[in-house]
C-alpha cells in the first residue's frame, strides 16, 4: 500500500507507476487538464518531432501497410476518390440534424464519426457531438455532389429546405 502525494489516497502498488509519488488516476488527470491548456503547444511539439523523425513514421507506415494489406487499400481507395458535395447526417427516425459541405465528403464522414464517438476530441463544434450522441444512431448521406465552387450555396440551400436541428 502506498499513499497518493497528489489525492492523498491510499492505493495498491498497481495503481503507481514504478517511480513518483502520484496515482495513475492523478497522474491522468494532469495530463488531460496539461493537454487542453496546451493544446497549441502540444499540436507543434508532435509536430516537430514528426519532422524530426520522418524517416521512423515512413518505415512505421509502410510496415502497417506490408502487414494490412486489405486495410491499405481501403483506406487508400476511400481517400483516393475525393467527392465534393453536400451532406446530411440523419438520426434513427431519418430526421435531418446536419447538414454539411466538404471537398472530400469520405474524409469529413470519417472526421463526423470519429467526433461522434468521442465529442470531447472536436474542439470547434462540442455540442454538435454531444447533442448527436443523445439521438442515437446516426446516418451520414450524400445528397448531392457539386463542383467545388458551388459547395457554400448548395449547403444554404439545403440548409434552406431541410431545416436541420443542428445548424446554427
Request: proline share 2%; with cysteine.
Amino acid at each position: 500500500m502506498k499513499e497518493c502525494s497528489k489525492c492523498h489516497e491510499t492505493k495498491e502498488l498497481t495503481e503507481f507507476y514504478k517511480q513518483g509519488g502520484r496515482c495513475k488516476k492523478c497522474i491522468c488527470e494532469y495530463t488531460r487538464e496539461w493537454q487542453n491548456k496546451n493544446a497549441n503547444k502540444d499540436k507543434q511539439t508532435k509536430k516537430v518531432y514528426r519532422e524530426n523523425n520522418k524517416e521512423y513514421f515512413l518505415n512505421k507506415a509502410l510496415e502497417w501497410n506490408k502487414a494490412n494489406p486489405d486495410k491499405f487499400k481501403t483506406n487508400l481507395n476511400k481517400y483516393k476518390n475525393k467527392i465534393s458535395g453536400v451532406y446530411q447526417i440523419l438520426n434513427s427516425k431519418d430526421e435531418c440534424l446536419y447538414v454539411g459541405q466538404s471537398k472530400s465528403f469520405n474524409a469529413r464522414k470519417n472526421t463526423h464519426m470519429t467526433f461522434w464517438k468521442n465529442p470531447s476530441a472536436d474542439k470547434q463544434h462540442p455540442s454538435l457531438y454531444k447533442n448527436l450522441n443523445k439521438e442515437g444512431n446516426i446516418t451520414i448521406k450524400l445528397i448531392e455532389e457539386c463542383s467545388k465552387e458551388l459547395l457554400l450555396e448548395r449547403e444554404q440551400y439545403y440548409i434552406n429546405k431541410l431545416k436541420p436541428k443542428y445548424n446554427a
